[in-house]
Every structure is written in structure tokens, then in C-alpha cells.
């Protein structure tokens, strides 16, 4: 059974950085594809970002793309978030999730992180 814990989270004003951790306990091949989604309240759990361990793969929602940047450091088995130039419309419960499909669909995945909190105030 794989488990993912993420870390990192917490309040910032906009503008700010933050940036998430997602550690592992084990990898195998049902955890090549790394993901990062976020749900907002009130909203639908949506995609933010995938890669593989190797780096590749590197995908990106639209509202993040040039602020938010994956990362992977494989002697950790951790993959980071970093978030900068933060928006109050960032501001969502941050899942770490793992699979071995290339996709942005949440149901292609198949562990997850317990959710980390991002609060960014105007």
C-alpha cells in the first residue's frame, strides 16, 4: 500500500510563495505519474500539475502555469509545489496524488494524500 503525505501548507498574502511537499512511502510502478489537484469550497476537485519521477511528463492547469512549478527529488521520494505569485483564487485544500496513467482526471489515480491547506488573503 503506497501512502502519500503532503506538508507545506498554510496562509499567505497574494503575492506571496509557498511551496508543497509530497512524500511517498514507496514507489513502484502504479506511482510513476505524480499529480498535484486542489479543491476549492464549494467547488469540484480540479487538476493542477503531473510529472514523473524522471522529471517528464511535466503538465500544468492553465490558471497555474508560469507561477506553479513541480519538482521531484527521487532520493526522497518527495515532489514539491512551488507556488509563487499566489492569487486569493488559489486558495483550496492542495492533494498530492499518485498513478500510473498519464492524465489530469482525478479518477486515473489511484493513492492520495490526506490534503494540505492553502489560504492566500488579499
Known amino acids: 500500500q503506497v501512502q502519500l503525505v503532503e506538508s507545506g501548507g498554510g496562509l499567505v498574502q497574494a503575492g506571496g510563495s509557498l511551496r508543497l511537499a509530497c512524500t511517498a512511502s514507496?514507489?513502484?510502478?502504479?506511482?510513476?505519474?505524480m499529480a498535484w489537484f486542489r479543491q476549492a469550497p464549494g467547488k469540484e476537485r480540479e487538476f493542477v500539475a503531473h510529472?514523473?519521477?524522471?522529471?517528464?511528463?511535466?503538465n500544468y492547469a492553465n490558471s497555474v502555469k508560469g507561477r506553479f512549478t513541480v519538482s521531484a527529488d527521487n532520493a526522497k521520494n518527495t515532489i514539491y509545489l512551488q507556488m509563487n505569485s499566489l492569487k486569493p483564487e488559489d486558495t483550496a485544500v492542495y492533494f498530492c496524488?499518485?498513478?500510473?496513467?498519464?492524465?489530469?482526471?482525478?479518477?486515473?489515480?489511484?493513492?492520495w494524500g490526506q490534503g494540505t491547506q492553502v489560504t492566500v488573503s488579499s
Open positions: 510529472m514523473t519521477w524522471s522529471g517528464d511528463n511535466t
Open positions: 514507496t514507489r513502484t510502478w502504479r506511482t510513476t505519474l
Open positions: 496524488a499518485a498513478g500510473s496513467t498519464l492524465s489530469i482526471e482525478e479518477d486515473r489515480y489511484s493513492y
